[in-house]
């Protein structure tokens, strides 16, 4: 065995020895060190500082007890969490999710993502992630003010704004916000930036709603770019019908791309000829302002079909965005997708990617663009809402859009400079995880042994 091959397997097993009930994530941090062992066993102060042991421990773990009350009087108990995994780079930053499959197994592989992809943005963030066990789907308004409210109460003596600012992902949206923060505002007796994805009307950002989706397809044009391609005229099917799904599928629309799905966990609504603007906006009201389900979208809108228990990676196409969640795209799935033709996967989600998926994806030479790359517009956007708050100032959608697309920029071209093989291939998971360790390594070995 390599002394590469010693130092990742003593780490993995370190961590499955401690953590046996984390397989999502052990997958995360197998790829991560996957990437960067081969640099941290060349370079001695990384080794003898343990700073790899150390980013695989999170600072910190919050678990709390969310009890509320139902419409009828019901009382539930609900789990909730905070994982604060380093502020080595600045206040920990990222989103809270609510959903039932919610663990300290997924909190911790999206905190630990969190903290590469924050690094990767260049912007003064740590990283973090938190939700609870919490379903939103069949709840109504009130009951839902009340869950957010009973969170909070737990979680606003852990934030502030230069402490811990967290913000949303899977059912917490700008409703979810606006209950929290409101609550926040009202514990604390303090108005600051301490969430972000907040609405305009009480300091949100401008393009922060469709930051994540828009990041990933400026990413992907980016990638294609890369190899003297474009967007224009390309088959793309996505996947989710979510916050990210919608803009991701708008950008492409908009970028001259043919996008002929999109989906939720119920099945995919397909689009043979492509989704025009009108449906996108129908679908995107449905989803963002009457919190409706796809399968609504065929009885009024003609040409499309909705495919229960279908997902849309049997549909041929050159590029695809999964936007959904992790691990959606399994084995089977790659593929489905690789005989359809895709030759650039591009992940809106955090992972959606499986293991075995990815290396099918390697072996084939299909490009992928990892998630903590190519989602990164989003928190990078809270990093502006950030700084627009702390300024009191509101900037303008162009000037906050700008500045996303150079920090995506920006990120490509580390990616390049750091995945870069010796054929002029540039492997993006390899570029996104060892350039966005490098900072956070570095911050590690000034503040010596912590
Ligand atoms: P939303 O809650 O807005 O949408 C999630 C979508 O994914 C829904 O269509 C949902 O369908 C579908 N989905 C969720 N879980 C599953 C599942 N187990 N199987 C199939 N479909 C599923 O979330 P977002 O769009 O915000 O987040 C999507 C992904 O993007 C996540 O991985 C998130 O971590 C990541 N992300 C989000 C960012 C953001 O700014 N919001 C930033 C960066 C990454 P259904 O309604 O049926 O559950
Ligand atoms: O996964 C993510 O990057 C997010 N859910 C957004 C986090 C944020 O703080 O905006």
Redesign the pocket.
């Known amino acids: 065995m390599s002394p590469e091959d010693d130092l990742t397997q003593t780490l993995l097993e370190t961590v499955r020895e401690r953590d046996p009930e984390q397989p999502t994530f052990y997958q995360a941090a197998e790829e991560v060190l996957h990437s960067v062992v081969p640099f941290v066993a060349s370079t001695s102060a990384y080794r003898e500082n343990a700073i790899l042991s150390r980013l695989l421990e999170p600072d910190r773990v919050i678990s709390f007890r969310v009890s509320w009350e139902d419409d009828h009087g019901g009382v539930h108990v609900n789990r909730g969490y905070r994982v604060q995994w380093t502020n080595a780079l600045g206040p920990y930053k990222g989103?809270l999710?609510f959903?039932p499959?919610v663990n300290l197994d997924v909190l911790k592989f999206?905190g630990f993502e969190q903290t590469f992809?924050n690094s990767l943005t260049g912007l003064p963030m740590g990283g973090a992630k938190g939700g609870a066990d919490f379903d939103p789907?069949g709840r109504s308004e009130r009951e839902i003010m009340r869950f957010c409210q009973s969170f909070m109460t737990e979680l606003y003596r852990h934030m502030g704004e230069d402490t811990d600012v967290p913000?949303?992902?899977?059912?917490?949206?700008p409703r979810e916000i606006g209950f929290l923060f409101g609550h926040y505002t009202r514990l604390a007796n303090h108005w600051s930036g301490s969430m972000t994805?907040k609405a305009l009307s009480y300091g949100g950002s401008e393009g922060?709603v469709v930051?994540?989706?828009y990041g990933c397809v400026r990413f992907c044009q980016n990638m294609l770019q890369h190899v003297g391609q474009s967007l224009e005229g390309k088959r793309v099917v996505v996947?989710?019908?979510?916050?990210?799904?919608?803009h991701a599928a708008r950008r492409a629309m908009d970028s001259g791309a043919t996008v002929v799905s999109?989906?939720?966990?119920?099945g995919c609504l397909h689009a043979p000829t492509g989704f025009t603007p009108e449906q996108w906006e129908w679908i995107r009201a449905l989803?963002e302002e009457r919190y409706g389900?796809?399968a609504e979208a065929p009885e009024a809108l003609s040409g499309l079909e909705y495919k229960p228990g279908a997902?849309p990676w049997d549909l041929p196409c050159e590029v695809a965005l999964p936007?959904?969640?992790?691990n959606?795209l399994d084995a089977p799935a790659a593929r489905a997708l690789i005989a359809g033709g895709v030759k650039v996967v591009c992940e809106?989600?955090?992972?959606?990617t499986s293991r075995e998926a990815l290396h099918l994806f390697q072996e084939q030479r299909v490009t992928i663009g990892p998630?903590k790359a190519a989602?990164?517009?989003?928190?990078a956007t809270?990093g502006l809402e950030q700084t627009q708050n702390s300024q009191r100032e509101s900037w303008s959608k162009e000037r906050v859009l700008e500045r996303m697309d150079a920090i995506m920029d920006a990120i490509h071209a580390k990616c390049v400079r750091y995945g870069e093989d010796g054929d002029g291939r540039v492997d993006y998971v390899r570029g996104a995880n060892l350039a966005g360790f490098l900072r956070v390594a570095d911050a590690l070995l000034a503040y010596g042994i912590r």
């Open positions: 989103g999710r959903h499959t999206l992809k789907k913000a949303g992902d899977i059912g917490v949206g994805g922060r930051a994540t989706g996947s989710g019908a979510g916050n990210v799904a919608l999109l989906s939720d966990s119920g989803k389900r796809l997902t936007c959904a969640t992790q959606e809106g989600a955090n992972m959606p998630g989602n990164a517009g989003g928190v809270s």
